[in-house]
């Protein structure tokens, strides 16, 4: 059984372009996220239109970020396949 891995949590989300987030947890560590894999899920179509993209928030508490109630991407997810900048 590994340890728990703590996943810093998120302070700030900004729209790069129109499928990419720069998301810059504790510690200022930033990484780019490419939402390719997403866009291409039904349940994510709304953010093909860049204004609803880049309206992209932190959730409350830091474990995440939002578009609505129901489009939502996990700190863990983006900490795991975000790259380092």
């Known amino acids: 059984m590994q340890p ?5 949590k998120i302070i ?6 129109a499928q990419h987030l720069m998301v810059t947890f504790e510690g200022n560590i ?4 490419d ?3 997403l ?13 609803f ?3 992209a928030q932190v959730d409350a508490g830091g474990y ?5 109630d129901g489009m939502d991407v996990s700190g863990y997810e ?8």
């Open 4 to 8: 728990f891995e703590h996943i810093p």
């Open 39 to 51: 866009l291409a899920m039904q349940e994510f179509k709304l953010l093909k239109t860049y204004a």
């Open 12 to 17: 700030a989300v900004k729209a790069l372009d």
């Open 78 to 85: 983006l900490w795991k396949n975000g790259v380092l900048q």
């Open 30 to 33: 930033i990484k780019r996220y």
């Open 64 to 68: 995440g970020i939002a578009w609505n």
């Open 53 to 55: 993209f880049k309206a």
């Open 35 to 37: 939402c390719t894999t």
